[in-house]
């Protein structure tokens, strides 16, 4: 899809997405920690797949990424990627814990992580399955600690083919004093792209393979 041709509608699509799987995600993150939980509307934009590293801040930024694969009517990866700062201002939340470096987190702080990615990914698929009425089955989360390039390969070395575009959901969440940003990258796999665009509605033509 290329991002000079996306009208209004087709953003109009995205951005719900965006809303539904925050709102959800949102009552989720507040049952999870027994606390009131503040997030922003969500940014949401296309990106091309060169575009998503130097979103990062390059491919060799160290970054958190908690990543699920999803199959069924379509196949490819989530991701919810942190930076460390973020990492560990979410672990803090979560647990209360005061982190400032990779190395003093846990096997008890990992699955912290994992399952705050697994709320926010599962938030987001369940609504791009109410919107597209497809069947969308989730992984089990995993854990990974890379540099931003090596994190982003993952999806093609797992899938195959991907496709040159990506959908970008910025999450920013508060809890208290404590602001989180995070990145959540959809990935489809290059035949799923043009199945999740029909499903949605949208021109198969304005899709760049």
């Given at each position: 899809?290329?991002k000079?041709?996306?009208?209004?509608?087709?953003l109009?699509?995205f951005k719900e997405?965006?809303?539904?799987?925050?709102?959800?995600?949102?009552?989720?993150?507040?049952?999870?920690i027994?606390?009131r939980?503040?997030?922003?509307?969500?940014?949401?934009?296309?990106l091309?797949?060169?575009?998503?590293?130097?979103?990062?801040?390059?491919?060799?930024?160290?970054v958190?990424?908690?990543?699920?694969?999803?199959?069924?009517d379509?196949?490819?990866?989530?991701?919810?990627v942190?930076?460390p700062?973020?990492?560990?201002?979410?672990i803090?939340?979560?647990?209360?814990?005061?982190?400032?470096?990779?190395?003093e987190l846990?096997?008890?702080d990992?699955?912290a992580l994992?399952e705050?990615?697994?709320?926010?990914?599962?938030?987001?698929?369940?609504?791009?399955?109410?919107?597209?009425?497809?069947?969308i089955?989730?992984s089990?989360?995993?854990?990974?600690?890379?540099?931003?390039?090596?994190?982003?390969?993952?999806?093609?070395?797992?899938?195959?083919q991907m496709?040159?575009?990506?959908l970008?959901?910025?999450?920013f969440f508060?809890?208290?004093?404590?602001?989180?940003?995070g990145?959540?990258?959809l990935i489809?796999?290059?035949?799923?792209?043009?199945?999740l665009?029909k499903?949605?509605?949208v021109?198969?033509?304005?899709?760049?393979?």
């Amino acid at each position: 899809m290329e991002k000079n041709n996306l009208g209004k509608f087709h953003l109009d699509v995205f951005k719900e997405l965006g809303n539904i799987g925050s709102g959800n995600a949102l009552i989720s993150l507040s049952k999870l920690i027994n606390r009131r939980v503040e997030m922003h509307v969500p940014t949401i934009n296309i990106l091309e797949y060169g575009e998503v590293a130097e979103l990062m801040g390059g491919a060799e930024v160290p970054v958190v990424g908690i990543l699920l694969d999803f199959t069924g009517d379509i196949r490819g990866c989530i991701m919810f990627v942190l930076e460390p700062q973020y990492a560990y201002s979410l672990i803090g939340v979560l647990r209360n814990k005061n982190v400032q470096d990779i190395t003093e987190l846990g096997e008890i702080d990992v699955s912290a992580l994992k399952e705050v990615g697994n709320i926010l990914a599962g938030a987001y698929l369940s609504a791009l399955t109410k919107i597209s009425k497809l069947d969308i089955l989730p992984s089990v989360p995993y854990f990974a600690y890379d540099m931003a390039g090596a994190i982003l390969s993952v999806p093609a070395i797992q899938f195959g083919q991907m496709s040159d575009n990506i959908l970008y959901i910025e999450t920013f969440f508060a809890e208290g004093t404590n602001n989180i940003m995070g990145k959540c990258f959809l990935i489809p796999d290059w035949v799923s792209s043009d199945i999740l665009l029909k499903a949605l509605g949208v021109k198969q033509d304005g899709w760049n393979h």
